[in-house]
């Protein structure tokens, strides 16, 4: 909108000038009435005058749109780096990208010790990876305020031939604490004006926004990660025992048995111990799972029927790892009752991108005030965690619509449906 009011103003005054200059050269070859030669005159006069007038008017607001879009330009150019955090390889690649969007001679990001990345004049003896030698720069990292260096003393470079003169020193900072600092340096003080400090700080502000976010991303991971450790030092003590002292009974009863347990015992634990951060096929979980089952069928024999049905075709689906054997372990520990048999079915199926497991068993359930409950961390006994940690891990790594859902009746039994949105990445790679 402002734009046609531009045009529409600058149009006015072109046809006008026009006019008034026709009439002013008019006068000087024809009798024209002085007073509208001298009116003309006038106004050409005034219409010169007035235009210089808009002009310095509205340069700041053109300054000002130029300057948001060279800072936008290198902050997306940028994201792609910062997303990795703040180091040498990262902050060399910002450098030459503020340096080739601005008019500044050299650009610098430091930490808060060492100059991280340099590009531009001075790049021969300005180099990456040392002390940071500008106590200006060390000022306003202290203080996390930006400051002006307006000579080549303040700049403190101890090369006698280095050309650069002037600077604009930026903290750049992460929720609210100075972590570096973003430096453009020129030739001349002669730049040094409102509107490079303007440009220097929005740049500075957006890349700080983008370290924060970097460095938000980077907590998630680990608070998942923790998450998945924590999940892992708390199987069910229970288990553990009861499975320890089946294995003692079958010493006596049944000692070949028993020294088969022992040893798939001790694998189930090694692999529950291993870094398993990323992701295995379901066929790997499938396989753990039904280990588990087996030390749980040792100890309530008969009681304890499993059967399980995946088609082939989804058995190699690479899966965040632990995301079967929690909840079939939930079944069995919350699912058996004091007598009688308990059967756990895990069933697959696949319609399109959409693949589903569902776990379905015949035990006591889960009662209609619990149930919209059971996947608050921490709630009931057992893992606690288990379940919200299963259905974060499946909607971060799959996204919308993946994860879990579970359905109850009381004394007719639990489904807990695994839903996974397969990747068009991952279908297509």
Excluded at 6 to 20: A, H, P, Q
Excluded at 125 to 135: D, F, L, Q, S
Excluded at 330 to 336: A, F, L, P, R, S
Aim: glycine letters at 8%; charged letters at 25%; one cysteine or more.
């Amino acid at each position: 909108m402002s734009t046609v009011r531009s045009w529409v103003i600058d149009g006015t005054l072109v046809i006008t000038t026009v006019i008034m200059a026709l009439v002013a050269a008019a006068g000087l070859v024809v009798e024209v009435p002085r007073p509208v030669f001298m009116v003309a005159t006038a106004g050409l006069v005034a219409v010169a005058v007035g235009m210089v007038g808009a002009r310095l008017h509205t340069r700041p607001d053109h300054l000002k749109a130029l300057q948001s879009q060279t800072i936008l330009e290198i902050a997306d150019r940028s994201l792609a780096y910062l997303r990795r955090g703040l180091d040498e390889e990262t902050a060399q690649e910002v450098c030459r990208l503020a340096l080739e969007e601005s008019e500044a001679a050299a650009v610098a990001i430091t930490d808060t010790e060492r100059v991280l990345g340099f590009a531009g004049i001075g790049e021969d003896h300005h180099e990456a990876g040392g002390p940071i030698i500008t106590r200006a720069t060390r000022e306003a990292i202290e203080t996390n305020e930006y400051r002006i260096l307006a000579s080549k003393e303040e700049i403190g470079c101890p090369r006698k031939g280095c050309l650069l003169r002037a600077a604009i020193v930026v903290p750049l900072d992460i929720r609210g604490e100075a972590v570096g600092s973003l430096k453009f340096y020129y030739t001349t003080p002669r730049l040094l004006n409102e509107t490079q400090a303007t440009m220097v700080r929005g740049l500075a502000q957006l890349l700080s926004t983008q370290l924060e976010l970097s460095e938000l991303e980077r907590q998630t991971e680990l608070a998942c990660r923790m998450e998945l450790k924590a999940l892992q030092a708390q199987i069910n003590p229970h288990f553990l025992f009861n499975t320890i002292n089946t294995i003692a009974m079958l010493i006596r009863t049944d000692p070949g048995t028993a020294r088969e347990l022992l040893r798939e015992f001790a694998a189930f634990y090694r692999r529950m111990l291993e870094d398993n951060e990323g992701l295995v096929p379901l066929r790997q979980e499938l396989e753990y799972t039904l280990t588990y089952l087996r030390f749980e069928h040792a100890r309530f024999g008969d009681r304890l029927v499993v059967r399980h049905d995946l088609p082939e075709e989804m058995l190699e689906l690479p899966v965040p790892a632990f995301i079967l054997q929690p909840l079939v372990e939930n079944c069995v520990q919350h699912g058996i009752g004091s007598s009688g048999p308990l059967t756990v079915d895990i069933v697959g199926q696949r319609d399109g991108r959409v693949l589903t497991v569902r776990i379905i068993d015949d035990g006591v359930g889960i009662s209609p005030e619990d149930l919209p409950r059971v996947l608050e961390p921490g709630f009931g006994r057992g893992l606690g965690i288990a379940l919200k940690n299963v259905d974060d891990r499946l909607k971060g790594h799959f996204g919308q619509g993946s994860g879990l859902a579970i359905a109850s009746t009381p004394g007719t039994g639990t489904t807990v449906t695994v839903t996974i949105v397969e990747n068009t990445a991952d279908t297509d790679g």
